[in-house]
């Protein structure tokens, strides 16, 4: 491959700059090495079964970079032990899979968005502080004298500690999820300042919209994703905003679309979905939203939300079954559960798996003020 060095253009730079980098402003940054990135470069090819092109160009490169098994089956210590690289070798194979592979850039940037927010997370797993007495100690209050006191401390400590991590999982994935969905299928996430969506009461103010997308004749489709949608949206307050967006989508001259993945039914999805296709929308739920999600992405695309997105989510929803043979009612199997600290490090044993978590904790994250503006 060249060793001078290649003279990129601007797409190219910043193309390089946002596969290789998240959140460097934050207490938890991730930056990809060039082995990092050329490594997920094999992932595509792999998924792509584009492997005998690649080594027609750069004979052996396969072998180099491509995993044996699927992403998810992959260690994380493989993707990050380094490999032997000519200087410039990552800029040239990311050159030519654009060339080689429809939608590669997309593929690639879908790719290093999951990889890298997986990378984050465990991180966090890691770095994230056990919760102190001065944090936890006044929920005592509520269960004091039911357990023993010492028990009890630990108990609230335990609990804390999990529901961080579960917050930090959500946000994670929401930084993940749509924009991964809205770029799958041709389109971009638009924050209310864009204004694209304009509120009816209010033009001065914007909607977040999920994905703005344009159709070949021109007319703007305004998407909303959902993974569920749940009864106590409207307990919160929420509910009316979710039907207003159909109104002030078709007001600001868009197509409202809904995308629910959780096909469950519900009072508040039928009336959702009635709102939407009211404001002359369309509403996907469940099965439907997939077939509509992989129909737009187009065939490479649509291989990405198969393999990244919905299998996962369908595997780990299998493990629900129905309560008392009602389908509108399913729970969850628990396997026990059992949490130790261990030196410093952490061991949950779940059922009969074991996980360890080597841990250096990071008192920074304790009031992370990181927000989506810091992520890019």
Known sequence: MKNSPPKLDAEESKLLTKVMTLGTATNLPVVMTPSELVKLIGVVYRDTGR???LDKVYPGTSAKIMPHHDYYSVPDDWFIEPIQLDEFEHVELMRLGAKQIP??????RCLSELHKRRRKYAMI???QPMPTMVQVSPRALVEYGRLNTEALASWLTWRKFFYDLDNRSAQETGYLFEPV?????GGEPKGARAKVVKRTDDHSKGRQVDCWKIRPDGKPLAYEFKLRVTIAASGQGRFGEELQFAE?????GAI????VLDPTPNPRLRDLQAEFEAKGGHAYIGDAAWAHLEEEAGGIMATFIERYVRTPISAISSFEVEVDGDTDRKRLRLLDLEAR???GDIIFKIGEHERLIARVEDATLSDDGSTPNDEQ
């Open 248 to 252: 002030d989508c078709a007001n600001s």
């Open 51 to 53: 492997t005998e092109q």
């Open 103 to 108: 939608d590669f850039v997309t593929y690639l």
């Open 181 to 185: 969905l809205a770029a799958a299928i």
């Open 125 to 127: 797993l890691s770095a």
């Open 256 to 259: 409202p679309v809904l995308v």
């Open 341 to 343: 600290m261990v030196e």
